[in-house]
């Protein structure tokens, strides 16, 4: 096979694990096309090929380029090798979407999981990659879907996340709130000014209704986002596909808990391959198999158990807050936050943030320097203990801030400086209204077979009486010593109890004087 035929690239970081089947590049040849391009993910080539190749011989292409494209398929450890048409690769070989190389998917929590060290760049393409693969899958049920609907929605999942800023969630979560709390930044809206830009820098041919169709699916079904005349009053089920506000079951969550567990190491067993497999449109919106019920509530439990086991482990966490409180610092400096509004000047910002501050000689940037030594140096802020908050007051959203700590405080050592409180949420990833927690489930529909036209909910209880649960959040308060003083870090476990008993919760399950580390100690022969 010649060079211009097929350039296979194979890397030892892009074999898939072992329990993954492994599907032909053969089966990935169109006869209508010539050979794609097959590329390992890890060393994407950037080349650009002298041929257009039509994505489909019979209609116009939904979107052009100035310069000319070929599809490529990428290797990818979790799902294989993954297709992408021309269309989609114009996309990928621009500097917005390759600037995803250089933000970790997980954050910080690579920091802890030193196999975590995957970037959002493959999660995006593994997310296109899914939403391709789910409307085909609807298209040879239903043919109302076209191929224009594919390829929109298969862009809109390759570009969903262009707007994560630095560390993921901690730029907009932790950073952007303590600096321009008035600013509201959310990832999703500098995704869609990204990919605006990405059209104007590339002198992309595309029109607006289109534009506006994939800035929505990338919006997600929310109040605030009203449907483009694309899909106004049809064809709503689209928004079930990317980023599903109805029932929060989408490819997003597919490729992350997929590739998240996989990279850190955690093992899970759910089949989503079979969730989607088992999918069908009824009254314009995706309904799935009534078989298909517990795999969806073992979606939603593993990721609750990722958010617990990985995404809030407590050294991740500590890691965390002292990355945000060097940024805080830095922030008059470097102006970070300052880049929010211009995707231009946004684009600038990925996790390399920490080396310039790290390699920097400003007096005024050695406090964010010290914080970064003291993270090279392991000497982090202490976690000092944390409870469960009790079923009862779930719904009461009540906030515990440093100062409701320090009025338990019985010491001379510990300072309100010293103090950070988390008040973790973990959930099904679903709220009502009111930000109550609730059954995604309770917001999917299901068939009985395939040549069913009625839809139906399924009540829990139908499901099991065991392996369900009857609460879908877990609340936690959890505490944090940005000092270094064991004395401190006693005075803060201890502070918590006593909130914990004025507030009718169960006693901290770990402080520093109940909970301490050791290794097992082996004879020697």
Same mark, same amino acid.
């Given at each position: ?122 999660? @995006? ?64 809206? *500098?995704?869609?000014? *990204? ?18 169709? !994939? ?23 689209? =928004? ?29 067993? @759910?089949? =989503? ?13 995706? @309904? ?100 469960? !908050? ?5 719904? *009461? ?70 392996? !369900?649960?009857? =609460?879908?959040?877990?609340?936690? !308060?959890?505490?944090? @010593? ?44």
């Amino acid at each position: 096979m010649s060079d211009d035929e097929c350039d296979v690239i194979q890397s030892a970081e892009c074999t898939p694990p072992s329990r993954q089947p492994r599907p032909s590049v053969q089966q990935f040849y169109d006869h209508q096309m010539r050979t794609p391009v097959t590329v390992s993910l890890s060393q994407h080539a950037h080349e650009t090929h002298n041929t257009l190749v039509p994505l489909f011989s019979s209609e116009r292409s939904v979107w052009s380029f100035s310069s000319l494209k070929t599809a490529k398929v990428i290797n990818d450890p979790i799902h294989g090798h993954m297709r992408f048409e021309p269309e989609i690769v114009g996309f990928i070989d621009t500097r917005q979407f390759q600037r995803l190389r250089e933000l970790k998917q997980l954050g910080t929590t690579y920091m802890v999981y030193p196999g975590a060290s995957h970037n959002r760049f493959e999660h @995006c393409l593994g997310v296109s990659h899914l939403a391709n693969t789910w409307i085909t899958h609807l298209s040879k049920l239903h043919s109302f879907v076209t191929d224009q609907d594919r390829k929109l929605v298969s862009l809109a999942g390759l570009l969903h996340d262009l707007g994560h800023g630095p560390f993921s969630h901690v730029f907009d979560n932790e950073f952007i709130p303590a600096v321009k709390p008035e600013a509201h930044f959310h990832h999703e809206d *500098m995704s869609c000014k *990204m990919f605006d830009w990405i059209i104007d820098d590339y002198s992309i041919d595309m029109e607006k209704e289109d534009r506006d169709c !994939v800035k929505a699916l990338i919006l997600g079904a929310k109040t605030d986002n009203p449907a483009p005349p694309y899909l106004r009053g049809e064809k709503n089920f689209l =928004f079930d596909i990317v980023a599903n506000g109805r029932c929060s079951v989408d490819v997003d969550k597919f490729d992350y808990i997929a590739r998240d567990a996989y990279n850190s190491g955690v093992k899970v067993s @759910c089949d =989503f391959s079979r969730i989607w497999q088992s999918s069908m449109v009824i009254d314009d919106e995706i @309904c799935f198999h009534e078989r298909e019920a517990m795999d969806l509530y073992d979606l939603f439990h593993t990721r609750a158990s990722l958010h617990k086991r990985v995404y809030t482990h407590s050294k991740a966490k500590a890691i965390e807050y002292m990355v945000r409180d060097a940024m805080i610092h830095a922030d008059p400096v470097l102006r970070f936050s300052d880049k929010i509004t211009d995707p231009e000047e946004f684009w600038q910002l990925t996790d390399s943030i920490l080396k310039d501050i790290e390699l920097s000689r400003d007096p005024a940037l050695e406090y964010s320097r010290k914080l970064i030594r003291r993270i090279r140096d392991r000497e982090l802020y202490k976690f000092c203990g944390e409870y469960v !908050v009790p079923s009862n007051q779930l719904k *009461m959203r009540r906030i515990i801030t440093p100062d409701d700590i320090m009025q338990y405080h019985r010491g001379s050592h510990l300072k309100l400086e010293d103090v950070i409180v988390h008040n973790m949420e973990i959930n099904y990833g679903l709220k009502d209204d009111y930000g109550n927690a609730i059954n995604p489930l309770d917001k999917c529909n299901f068939f009985r077979d395939w040549h069913s036209t009625q839809e139906f909910p399924i009540r829990k209880e139908k499901v099991s009486t065991l392996l !369900v649960p009857e =609460f879908f959040e877990e609340k936690r !308060v959890r505490v944090f @010593c940005r000092s270094l003083d064991a004395e401190k870090h006693k005075e803060l476990g201890q502070a918590l109890e006593d909130l914990s008993r004025a507030r009718k919760c169960p006693s901290p399950i770990t402080t520093p004087n109940k909970r301490k580390r050791t290794t097992p100690d082996y004879e020697s022969e």
